[in-house]
T-cell receptor
Framework: GAVVSQHPSRVICKSGTSVKIECRSL??????MFWYRQFPKKSLMLMAT?????????EQGVEKDKFLINHASLTLSTLTVTSAHPEDSSFYIC?????????????FGSGTQLSVL | QKEVEQDPGPLSVPEGAIVSLNCTYS??????FMWYRQYSRKGPELLMY????GNKEDGRFTAQVDKSSKYISLFIRDSQPSDSATYLC??????????FGDGTTLTVKP
């Protein structure tokens, strides 16, 4: 099946620093990538939707200046958490929708556990 | 009210048992129904994908959709310890964004 590679799997950083998370689709073109945040024992909270070459669409309540999303190519999307604070600590996951695949069929990255000290 | 409600669990069953996982929804525009399996601290993995009422079987897994009742289920036969995970239902309209349930954590005891 399709593979989405997400890095890093775990990152610990100091408060005030920025962290970049990469999501790469291997061997296929991801026309749309989604970024989620997941709290323990909770479901996926959609943060933003990014389409290649265009600005990301953010969900209500998500600060776009804090969570910068770039989808520069059909195989790479990045999420940068700027000036991270302890409340940003969470599990972040990306998913990709492949061109011509049925609506709703998503392939997920393995997630990134962010801990801000 | 949430658009998708999932039986919260947690669920603990002995190995070999039949497991039933359930979700209800309120948005009649949902047309596509998915079940994902998520192991701890990993990304979800697509298990089943359906778009019509009825049953779809894949090995030990059966997905059931009842659009008239706005109810979907996932059945796992002959459950194994390796099935222990969190199961998420998800649904889509034609527009594209998925709406997820909160997940049910399943433990299958040897």
């Amino acid at each position: 099946g399709a593979v989405v590679s997400q890095h890093p799997s775990r990152v610990i950083c100091k408060s005030g620093t920025s962290v970049k998370i990469e999501c790469r689709s291997l061997d296929f073109q991801a026309t749309t990538m989604f970024w989620y945040r997941q709290f323990p024992k909770k479901s996926l909270m959609l943060m933003a939707t990014s389409n290649e070459g265009s600005k990301a669409t953010y969900e209500q309540g998500v600060e776009k200046d804090k969570f910068l999303i770039n989808h520069a190519s059909l195989t790479l999307s990045t999420l940068t958490v700027t000036s991270a604070h302890p409340e940003d600590s969470s599990f972040y996951i990306c998913s990709a929708h492949i061109r011509d695949m049925p609506t709703g069929k998503l392939f997920f990255g393995s997630g990134t556990q962010l801990s801000v000290l | 009210q949430k658009e998708v409600e999932q039986d919260p669990g947690p669920l603990s069953v002995p190995e070999g048992a039949i497991v039933s996982l359930n979700c209800t929804y309120s948005n009649s525009a949902f047309q596509y129904f998915m079940w994902y399996r998520q192991y701890s601290r990993k990304g979800p993995e697509l298990l089943m994908y359906t778009y019509s009422s009825g049953n779809k079987e894949d090995g030990r897994f059966t997905a059931q959709v009842d659009k008239s009742s706005k109810y979907i289920s996932l059945f796992i036969r002959d459950s194994q310890p390796s099935d222990s995970a969190t199961y998420l239902c998800a649904m889509n309209t034609n527009a594209g964004k998925s709406t997820f349930g909160d997940g049910t954590t399943l433990t299958v005891k040897p």
